[in-house]
């Protein structure tokens, strides 16, 4: 397997550089209707985002532990040529679509990936808000190593497809040409991702591609103007705080449940899941959820979500 070059790490310059062009260009030309930028808000995205990769180093040790193990056992091969380099590009963002997807309809994954949507801002810092938790992600991949592709194909196609997902964290970009919407994730299509209003709820799940929320009835195209954030937003700019209050939260639901089953869908059940028959008994119970985006099932576009019925 040749050496294969770490692209975010390769990528930190042109982020750099976009984020100050786009930062500068709401100076001179603020639109009153787009969020824009915020120095605190943009300040803890950069600062989570400097955090992951300190962290993403730590959790890789493990990980690469696993995928090698599996990678030794398998009898099959991928060769790395210049035809199945796309072809792992495309199986990669398949496993991503079900990832993204999965963190956001069982809670104990939310609590992981809620740090990317804890901004009630959408712009090119954004994307640099990721979570600290990452080791809920490495499952969904598994498949691809013990099909025969290295771990570090592997690693590469996600950092491909994590720099692809910076340009559609904007609001200075409309719709594309239809071909493009089509097939491609957007701007468009990942402003109604980042929203909050009920129709837009957990949609739009795709990496590189929008395909596999067209076949799979999770694509949502962009209508009404999004709302940002959570739809019980944390109002901290305190890194540590981002990346951890909702495990805190799930560890409260926890403790206050009042059996195993609902301890048991407290971790596993959407994160605005309910038990039958719940009635709030005091501060711990009068929420299930500190941060809230999330269904155990993606309804049809304006179908209330479980969160809306749960009140938040």
Not at 111 to 132: D, E, I, Y
Not at 253 to 273: H, K, L, S, Y
Request: positive net charge.
């Amino acid at each position: 397997m040749p050496h294969l070059p770490d692209v975010v790490l390769w990528s930190v310059p042109a982020f750099t550089v976009l984020t100050v062009i786009e930062a500068v260009s709401y100076r001179l030309h603020p639109d009153d209707e787009a969020e824009g930028y915020e120095t605190k808000d943009a300040a803890t995205s950069i600062g989570m985002g400097i955090g992951s990769v300190v962290f993403d180093a730590l959790w890789k040790i493990p990980i690469v532990a696993i995928y090698t193990a599996i990678y030794e056992l398998t009898p099959l091969r991928v060769p790395l040529l210049w035809w199945t380099l796309p072809l792992m590009l495309l199986v990669q963002d398949f496993f991503y679509y079900w990832s993204h997807r999965g963190h956001h309809v069982i809670r104990i994954l939310w609590a992981c990936h809620v740090v990317h949507h804890s901004s009630r801002k959408f712009n090119f810092t954004t994307a640099l808000r990721q979570p600290w938790t990452t080791w809920t992600v490495w499952p969904f991949y598994v498949p691809m190593v013990a099909l025969g592709v290295h771990p570090a194909a592997v690693a590469f196609c996600s950092g491909a497809n994590l720099v692809y997902q910076f340009w559609v964290h904007t609001e200075r970009v409309g719709r594309l040409p239809r071909p493009f919407e089509y097939v491609l994730n957007t701007p468009s299509h990942h402003r109604v991702h980042h929203a909050s209003q009920g129709g837009y709820l957990d949609r739009n799940f795709g990496g590189i591609l929008i395909v596999w929320d067209r076949l799979f009835g999770s694509f949502v195209a962009e209508g009404e103007r999004p709302v940002y954030g959570l739809t019980k937003n944390i109002h901290t700019y305190n890194p540590l705080r981002v990346a951890t209050h909702e495990y805190a939260a799930i560890a409260r639901d926890v403790r206050a449940a009042r059996t195993w089953g609902e301890r048991a869908g407290r971790i596993f059940r959407g994160p605005g899941w309910q038990p039958k028959g719940f009635e709030p008994t005091g501060p711990g119970r009068a929420r299930a959820s500190a941060s809230g985006p999330g269904r155990a099932r993606v309804p049809g576009p304006g179908a209330p979500s479980a969160r809306e019925k749960a009140g938040r």
